[in-house]
């Protein structure tokens, strides 16, 4: 059973940057596919992007594409979401999650993930 905290997230004005992080807990991160969610105020929790196990596969939805950034050390079973060029519309709550499933499709719908974090705050001021 994974555990997952995340850290990082805060107050930056808009086109500045942040770096969360997500610590997991057990022996088997890296048999786990990863991802990071976000969820507005007032609106439903979201896909953003997603990381295989071995990190050699990398998807996001198409708003965070190119200022977005998934990664993952596995010696230090922690996951990664550094985030430039932050705007506004990115203000949310930020969830990692860990799953098994390597589907395609499966990989971006919280379904497909078993554990989640406690969430971080990210705000971007205008």
């Known amino acids: 059973q994974a555990q997952l905290v995340e850290n990082g997230g805060g107050l930056v004005q808009a086109g500045g940057s942040l770096r969360l992080s997500c610590a997991a807990s057990g022996r088997t991160f890296s048999t786990y596919t990863m991802g990071w969610f976000r969820q507005a105020p007032g609106k439903e929790r979201k896909f953003i992007a997603t990381?295989?196990?071995?990190?050699?596969?990398?998807y996001y939805t198409d708003s965070v594409k190119g200022r977005f950034t998934i990664s993952r050390d596995n010696a230090k079973n922690t996951l990664y979401l550094q985030m430039n060029s932050l705007q506004p519309e990115d203000t949310a709550v930020y969830y990692c999650?860990?799953?098994?499933?390597?589907?395609?499709?499966?990989?971006?719908?919280?379904?497909?993930?078993?554990?989640w974090g406690q969430g971080t705050q990210v705000t971007v001021s205008s």
């Open positions: 999650a860990a799953g098994r499933s390597s589907d395609y499709y499966s990989i971006h719908q919280e379904f497909a993930y078993d554990y």
């Open positions: 990381i295989s196990g071995i990190g050699g596969s990398t």
